[in-house]
């Protein structure tokens, strides 16, 4: 039987999360074959006992030796697939019976082209399936390509060249790769009825420091998002248009933002007020992404 769709799914060091993700994924209700991509990037946990200690044929596991980043685990995990569809989810996506059922409801008739999207929405726990919480005002999400979840035929993907693995940190690699698919026809279709549920456990205690360093590495990413792409659309999703870095300044000079972001990831300063929280992350973002578009982008 023709395998219909692929799983892509890129993890590092989530051996936990895998095992609760992984069999949500195998209990898809669709008629079509399937079958599960998992590649992990340099992980140092037990991720590859977790994976093959589930002994089923319909997943497929390889490895990076070093952690080379989502888009180049990706790219692996599509040189193994044999689905006619691409599903991209995260290591981290859990996802109801219907799901693939759902996506692929979407790719049919004259749908070639098409990008099937659903809501993402973050929880703590494992959520009841049977009274999963419902999709809220910011579920339906601006990126028009998130790999936590997508599909799209896979022969589109290789057509628009792959994920660019000059993306090795975390941020924007997929609004990336939709450019490059927007440019050869493909849109997007939204259902609310595919939503995954973004697992975070301890996501509400997690420090700022680790927050701070993750916009960093998006504010860096989105410097050479807009190097390759230099459009006011992207320059303004990356913040990279100079009325962000002028605003910036100025609030910088107002509660010394530089100085406060220091303090949090070198000695796990919290701030009391949310606003004052709120402009430190956007300063890590907006920062590091200045100093990074004053350096050329590598060649891709």
């Keep these: 039987m023709?395998?219909?769709?692929s799983f892509i799914v890129p993890t590092r060091d989530r051996a936990e999360i895998l095992k609760i993700s992984l069999p949500l994924m195998l209990s898809q209700s669709a008629a079509d074959a399937f079958e599960i991509i998992v590649v992990s990037d340099g992980s140092q946990d037990d991720t590859a006992d977790v994976v093959r200690s589930l002994e089923c044929a319909q997943i497929q596991f390889a490895e990076l030796e070093t952690p080379s980043g989502p888009a180049a685990a990706r790219n692996?995990?599509?040189d193994?697939?044999?689905?006619?569809?691409?599903?991209?989810?995260?290591?981290?996506?859990l996802i109801k019976p219907d799901f693939l059922e759902e996506h692929l409801r979407h790719h049919t008739g004259d749908r070639d082209h098409t990008i099937v999207t659903g809501p993402i929405i973050d929880v703590d726990q494992v959520p009841d399936f049977q009274n999963p919480p419902r999709a809220g005002l910011f579920s339906r999400h601006w990126n028009a390509f998130p790999t936590g979840n997508a599909s799209v035929r896979k022969t589109l993907v290789t057509k628009a060249g792959g994920f660019d693995e000059t993306?090795?940190?975390?941020g924007w690699e997929d609004p990336e790769m939709y450019v490059r698919l927007a440019r050869i026809g493909v849109r997007r279709v939204f259902s609310h009825a595919a939503p995954i549920y973004h697992y975070k456990p301890g996501a509400a205690t997690a420090p700022l420091s680790e927050r701070l360093a993750l916009e960093r590495a998006r504010g860096a990413n989105g410097a050479l998002f807009y190097a390759k792409h230099p459009t006011f659309a992207v320059g303004f999703q990356t913040k990279q248009l100079a009325i962000f870095?002028?605003?910036?300044?100025?609030?910088?000079?107002?509660?010394?933002?530089?100085?406060?972001?220091?303090?949090?990831?070198d000695h796990g300063y919290e701030p009391d007020n949310g606003l004052v929280r709120t402009l430190m992350i956007l300063?890590?973002?907006?920062?590091?992404?200045?100093?990074?578009?004053?350096?050329?982008?590598?060649v891709a």
């Design 283 to 298: 300063h890590a973002e907006i920062e590091a992404g200045s100093r990074a578009g004053s350096t050329p982008p590598p």
């Design 2 to 5: 023709a395998i219909k769709a």
């Design 76 to 78: 692996r995990a599509i």
């Design 245 to 265: 870095s002028v605003l910036d300044r100025l609030a910088d000079r107002l509660v010394d933002l530089q100085g406060k972001v220091d303090a949090a990831i």
């Design 80 to 93: 193994l697939a044999r689905g006619e569809f691409l599903v991209f989810v995260d290591d981290d996506s």
């Design 167 to 170: 993306f090795q940190a975390y």
